[in-house]
């Protein structure tokens, strides 16, 4: 659209520089297949092959809709931004972000909603200034404290205990660890020290590396929270390579498809998640209905998606889909073909 306007002319530059300073250029047509790019934190990452299955579902449902499934190959604000511009210069409709930075990715998401491209985010999200809705999986208050007294009950409230997250910048992990260092101020919890937080940046061999340290630096150690799927799974698997089962507990988020061994070996006595082919799902039918004009997005808005029903926008724009669902023997391996 730019290019057409500068061949034009100066006055319908001006006009267009109108649209722009009002922060939407003219939506799509009618009839315009939908191109939303998905870009995810990175590649190689099951959690988000799940969520893209779930998204390329939403499309052929939607039928006027075709998904662009993107991320770096490491989860790095750096890469998202160079594929966010990518997104604009391929004059894409839509993108939905899970965001490996809240606030560095905020100058390209504008960016791109400037050349009149919706921006959403979903799973961890980009700052509001940034984007309309933020699709949360569920409360951050929620996933935080449940995570906590999962690990209290796996060593009697008592012991060292560490956080193996994603990377430093995450904002869903982050958001959570900060829950986490709140519920560990209650009282049941005095007993239970937090003594450090490392990072395996969404990479599994890092994770384990990092879960290897853990046990090096604190040869006390009763438990560790790993809330990113990639993360606890590289525990688990450092936990039984290192002999540690019973010794050094473990939950976290985590895929069953990538838990269900370990879970029932009892290297995690239970993990939580929510599941990733609804989050990505969902994305696409936000995007989607905001693109059409069918809905606002603000607070209040109800946004229908398909199958898992209505999505209702609450403070913040942000929209919650869900409670976590907690795996453990007894359970886990129904879900392990699923996701
Ligand atoms: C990893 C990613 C993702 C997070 C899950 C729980 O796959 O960090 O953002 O939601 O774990």
Same mark, same amino acid.
Do not use: C
């Given at each position: 659209?730019?290019?057409?306007?500068?061949?034009?002319?100066?006055?319908?530059?001006?006009?267009?520089?109108?649209? $722009?300073?009002?922060?939407?250029?003219?939506?799509?047509?009618?009839?315009?297949?939908?191109?939303?790019?998905? !870009?995810?934190?990175?590649?190689?990452?099951?959690?988000?092959?799940?969520?893209?299955?779930?998204?390329?579902?939403?499309?052929?449902?939607?039928?006027?809709?075709?998904?662009? *499934?993107?991320?770096?190959?490491?989860?790095?604000?750096?890469?998202?931004?160079?594929?966010?511009?990518?997104?604009?210069?391929?004059?894409?409709?839509?993108?939905?972000?899970?965001?490996?930075?809240?606030?560095?990715?905020?100058?390209?998401?504008?960016?791109?909603?400037?050349?009149?491209?919706?921006?959403?985010?979903?799973?961890?999200?980009?700052?509001?200034?940034?984007?309309?809705?933020?699709?949360?999986?569920?409360?951050?208050?929620?996933?935080?404290?449940?995570?906590?007294?999962?690990?209290? =009950?796996?060593?009697?409230?008592?012991?060292?205990?560490?956080?193996?997250?994603?990377?430093?910048?995450?904002?869903?992990?982050?958001?959570?660890?900060?829950?986490?260092?709140?519920?560990?101020?209650?009282?049941?919890?005095?007993?239970? =020290? !937090?003594?450090?937080?490392?990072?395996?940046?969404?990479?599994?061999?890092?994770?384990?590396?990092?879960?290897?340290?853990?046990?090096?630096?604190?040869?006390?150690?009763?438990?560790?929270?790993?809330?990113?799927?990639?993360?606890?799974?590289?525990?688990?698997?450092?936990?039984?390579?290192?002999?540690?089962?019973?010794?050094?507990?473990?939950?976290?988020?985590?895929?069953?498809?990538?838990?269900?061994?370990?879970?029932?070996?009892?290297?995690?006595?239970?993990?939580?998640?929510?599941?990733?082919?609804?989050?990505?799902?969902?994305?696409?039918?936000?995007? *989607?209905?905001?693109?059409?004009?069918?809905?606002?997005?603000?607070?209040?808005?109800?946004?229908?998606?398909?199958?898992?029903?209505?999505?209702?926008?609450?403070?913040?724009?942000?929209?919650? !889909?869900?409670?976590?669902?907690?795996?453990?023997?007894?359970?886990?391996?129904? $879900?392990?073909?699923?996701?």
């Amino acid at each position: 659209m730019v290019r057409k306007i500068v061949a034009t002319g100066l006055v319908l530059l001006m006009s267009a520089a109108m649209v $722009f300073a009002a922060g939407r250029a003219e939506g799509p047509a009618d009839d315009d297949t939908l191109r939303i790019g998905l !870009l995810v934190k990175s590649l190689g990452n099951s959690f988000f092959e799940a969520a893209r299955d779930g998204a390329m579902e939403a499309a052929a449902e939607l039928g006027d809709v075709e998904v662009i *499934y993107q991320g770096p190959s490491t989860p790095t604000a750096e890469g998202q931004i160079e594929i966010i511009d990518s997104l604009i210069a391929q004059g894409v409709h839509g993108i939905a972000i899970s965001s490996n930075d809240e606030n560095a990715l905020v100058p390209a998401a504008q960016r791109a909603q400037r050349a009149g491209i919706e921006v959403i985010s979903f799973d961890s999200a980009v700052a509001a200034d940034g984007r309309s809705i933020h699709l949360a999986p569920s409360d951050d208050e929620l996933i935080g404290r449940s995570q906590v007294q999962a690990i209290a =009950e796996m060593i009697d409230y008592e012991g060292q205990i560490a956080i193996l997250s994603a990377s430093s910048t995450a904002t869903n992990q982050n958001a959570w660890i900060e829950w986490m260092r709140t519920a560990l101020e209650e009282p049941e919890y005095a007993n239970m =020290e !937090l003594v450090d937080v490392v990072y395996g940046d969404d990479l599994s061999d890092q994770s384990y590396r990092e879960a290897v340290g853990l046990f090096n630096s604190y040869p006390d150690l009763r438990g560790i929270i790993s809330p990113t799927t990639v993360g606890v799974a590289a525990t688990a698997r450092a936990i039984q390579d290192e002999g540690l089962v019973g010794q050094v507990e473990l939950t976290g988020l985590g895929l069953p498809s990538e838990m269900s061994q370990y879970v029932q070996d009892g290297v995690s006595q239970n993990v939580a998640l929510w599941n990733p082919i609804d989050l990505g799902y969902a994305a696409i039918y936000i995007t *989607y209905h905001l693109l059409r004009g069918n809905v606002e997005a603000e607070a209040g808005a109800v946004i229908p998606a398909g199958r898992i029903g209505d999505i209702r926008v609450g403070e913040g724009l942000v929209a919650v !889909l869900g409670e976590p669902f907690v795996f453990d023997a007894s359970n886990i391996a129904e $879900f392990a073909d699923i996701y």
